[in-house]
């Protein structure tokens, strides 16, 4: 599956695929809760190392579905060197559970859900409207449904569907 979709982005003329040339390990941060990582995720960099397309629309909106040394988990991606200083006020948060797979423009970033209950969920988030109820938008339930989702929003210009039409905002589905 995760395969037949890369196909897709490949044969589009809009999309740059980067095959995998290493084998690679995603790796959980130290400070992270345990997880698991989903197959389809895992599938897809053993098939390329990353994506990345400029979508024209008002402005030229830049889109790259990250290497996997750049799979990071959201707390680091935010907090960088003073992650240790604020930890603690993180104790039962969502982010917690957050790994970056892409970047959208400058400070929006697509990332994926490893709590269980939430398992896979994909969001949309900007760094400085993260938190705020209602600001966070479920894209996918599933890391192949955001590759099929990304794709269509491509063919359709200045249409995004995790803007547009997306499958509602996390805080209305906890």
């Known amino acids: 599956m995760i395969n037949q979709k890369i196909q897709l982005f490949q044969a589009s003329s809009k999309w740059h695929v980067t095959p995998a040339i290493k084998l690679f390990e995603l790796c959980r941060h130290p400070l992270s809760p345990e997880v698991v990582f989903p197959n389809s995720i895992l599938t897809f960099y053993e098939l390329c190392s990353n994506m990345e397309a400029v979508i024209k629309d008002d402005d030229d909106l830049d889109v790259i579905l990250s290497s996997p040394s750049e799979f990071q988990w959201l707390p680091q991606r935010l907090f960088d060197e003073r992650l240790e200083k604020y930890i603690d006020t993180l104790a039962g948060s969502m982010l917690l559970y957050w790994y970056v797979f892409g970047k959208c423009g400058t400070e929006e970033y697509f990332v994926v859900d490893l709590h269980p209950n939430r398992y896979e969920h994909c969001y ?50 906890l």
Request: net charge negative.
């Open 124 to 173: 949309y988030i900007n760094r400085y409207d993260l938190g705020p109820k209602g600001s966070t938008s479920i894209i996918a339930y599933s890391f192949p449904d955001f590759l099929q989702k990304l794709y269509v929003a491509s063919l359709a210009e200045g249409e995004w569907l995790w803007t547009d039409n997306n499958l509602g905002k996390l805080y209305e589905t």
